[in-house]
């Protein structure tokens, strides 16, 4: 029997690509969505049993048929790893409807779009898993963070319906909150003084994320937080 795929959607220099290698060492298939393929699909050519799915998370229907056709390609998917993100950066006073809107689309809706499309396959697999990342946004509204932190919210706040549902059922749903400076080459190219120890390693966040799926169900996490040792909190 094929192995169940690991799906991850938001796949980019940093967490996505460090998710999709992680996920991918265990041997078994792995999806990468993304909305352009060219960075995809060079990773893809690098990891066994692994695709590049085109798909903005952003257009829900678009992201369900995409899923679709991943389950009949690669195989029924039992681990979503959620890692699609959109900010907009301003104050009340400066960002738009529209970013709000967007910020929501790809942070909580294409999440609610994307677990409607996998529930029913893990059901018929007897369990699944489902990891979102997620921000401390979610816990506070920065003054220039307005767009952003109200979708990160509104995303933590669905993961917890979902989890509080789906546990019974066999299904771990969790967070993991990133608090700091994820390290990519843009990031690198804003703060080129800063040191390693002050980024997030998305490495690390990878394994992390792949520990959640092998917790005993009977301590299972709902919320972790990543953060570097040396992020005030």
Not at 67 to 75: N, S, T
Not at 183 to 198: C, I, N, V, Y
Request: net charge neutral; proline share 6%.
């Amino acid at each position: 029997m094929t192995s169940p795929v690991c799906a991850v959607i938001g796949v980019g220099p940093g967490n996505g690509a460090a998710l999709a290698q992680r996920f991918a060492a265990d041997g078994g298939p792995v999806a990468l969505l993304s909305r352009g393929t060219g960075f995809s699909q060079a990773l893809a050519r690098q990891l066994p049993s692994a695709r590049a799915w085109a798909c903005d998370a952003g257009q829900p229907e678009a992201l369900q048929a995409t899923l679709a056709q991943v389950a009949e390609a690669q195989g029924p998917v039992g681990t979503l790893v959620y890692n699609a993100g959109s900010g907009a950066w301003g104050s009340v006073e400066e960002v738009s409807g529209a970013d709000l809107e967007q910020c929501w689309r790809v942070n909580t809706l294409g999440l609610f779009a994307a677990m409607q499309a996998v529930l029913p396959g893990m059901k018929r697999l007897g369990g699944g898993q489902i990891i979102v990342i997620g921000a401390t946004a979610s816990r506070r509204g920065g003054a220039g963070a307005a767009a952003f932190a109200q979708a990160k919210a509104a995303q933590r706040t669905l993961a917890e319906s979902m989890a509080r549902q789906l546990w019974p059922q066999g299904i771990h749903v969790a967070l993991i909150v990133i608090d700091g400076i994820v390290d990519t080459p843009r990031a690198r190219e804003r703060m080129p003084d800063r040191p390693e120890s002050f980024f997030v390693q998305p490495a690390a966040v990878a394994e992390s994320a792949w520990w959640l799926t092998r917790q005993p169900r009977s301590a299972w996490s709902f919320e972790i937080e990543a953060r570097p040792f040396g992020e005030k909190w």
